[in-house]
T-cell receptor
Framework: QQQVKQSPQSLIVQKGGISIINCAYE??????FPWYQQFPGKGPALLIA?????SEKKEGRFTISFNKSAKQFSLHIMDSQPGDSATYFC????????????FGKGTKLSVKP | EPEVTQTPSHQVTQMGQEVILRCVPI?????FYWYRQILGQKVEFLVS????????KSEIFDDQFSVERPDGSNFTLKIRSTKLEDSAMYFC??????????????FGSGTQLSVL
C-alpha cells in the first residue's frame, strides 16, 4: 500500500515530441504528488507537484494529470527538448512526518535531437 | 539559488570500517534528511532530523546508522560498520520546515559510497 509504481523504465522521444510518464499508487491517504527531476551527477530536484483536489497542473511545458478514481498520475512534457534528458521520479509522502517521500523507480528520458 | 552541499563526492571503504558522510544543508532550513539510492533502484528514505533529534527513521536506518548535527552548519550520517550492501549513493536533503506534507525538499548531489 505504500508503493508508487512508475512506468516506463526508460523512454526515448524525438525533439519536439511529447514525453509521458505514468505513476500509480494504492494508498488513498496520499495527498501530495511531486515529480522530481534528476540529472547525472546531481541530486533530485522538485519539478512540479499536485494535490489531489485538482485534476491537472501545468507549469510551462510540464503538466501533471491526476486521476483520483484510477489512483494514477502522469507527467507530460510538451515540446520535449534534449535538455529535458534526465531521470524522472514520481513520489508521494509516506504516512509519516514531512519529508518522508516514497519514490517510484524512476524513468530515464532521452530526447533525441 | 542556495544549495545543499555534500562531501566527499565519492567514498571507498573496506567492509567493517566506519564512514562519515557530511552535508551542509541550506542555512535557514530546519529539517534535514538522508536518502539513499542503490544503483538501479529507487531513492529510499532513511531518516529525518529536526530540532537536534531524529523525527522519523525507516527500517533501513538500523543501529549501524546514526546522524548528528555537530555544529550550526553540518549534518552527518555515520555508518559504524559498513557492509557490502551499504554501497549506494547517499543524498542529503533539507527543507524549510513548514510543517506541511507538501514540503519542498532540496537535495545535494550525493556521496557515492563503495564498500569493498
Amino acid at each position: 500500500q505504500q508503493q508508487v509504481k512508475q512506468s516506463p523504465q526508460s523512454l526515448i522521444v524525438q525533439k519536439g515530441g511529447i514525453s509521458i510518464i505514468n505513476c500509480a499508487y494504492e494508498n488513498t491517504a496520499f495527498d501530495y504528488f511531486p515529480w522530481y527531476q534528476q540529472f547525472p551527477g546531481k541530486g533530485p530536484a522538485l519539478l512540479i507537484a499536485i494535490r489531489p483536489d485538482v485534476s491537472e497542473k501545468k507549469e510551462g511545458r510540464f503538466t501533471i494529470s491526476f486521476n483520483k478514481s484510477a489512483k494514477q498520475f502522469s507527467l507530460h512534457i510538451m515540446d520535449s527538448q534534449p535538455g529535458d534528458s534526465a531521470t524522472y521520479f514520481c513520489a508521494a509522502p509516506s504516512r509519516g512526518s514531512q519529508g518522508n517521500l516514497i519514490f517510484g523507480k524512476g524513468t530515464k528520458l532521452s530526447v533525441k535531437p | 539559488e542556495p544549495e545543499v552541499t555534500q562531501t566527499p563526492s565519492h567514498q571507498v571503504t573496506q567492509m567493517g570500517q566506519e564512514v562519515i558522510l557530511r552535508c551542509v544543508p541550506i542555512s535557514n532550513h530546519l529539517y534535514f534528511y538522508w536518502y539513499r539510492q542503490i544503483l538501479g533502484q529507487k531513492v529510499e528514505f532513511l531518516v529525518s532530523f529536526y530540532n537536534n533529534e531524529i523525527s522519523e527513521k525507516s527500517e533501513i536506518f538500523d543501529d549501524q546508522f546514526s546522524v548528528e548535527r555537530p555544529d550550526g552548519s553540518n549534518f552527518t550520517l555515520k555508518i559504524r560498520s559498513t557492509k557490502l550492501e551499504d554501497s549506494a549513493m547517499y543524498f542529503c536533503a533539507s527543507s524549510r520546515g513548514t510543517g506541511h506534507r507538501d514540503e519542498k525538499l532540496f537535495f545535494g548531489s550525493g556521496t557515492q559510497l563503495s564498500v569493498l
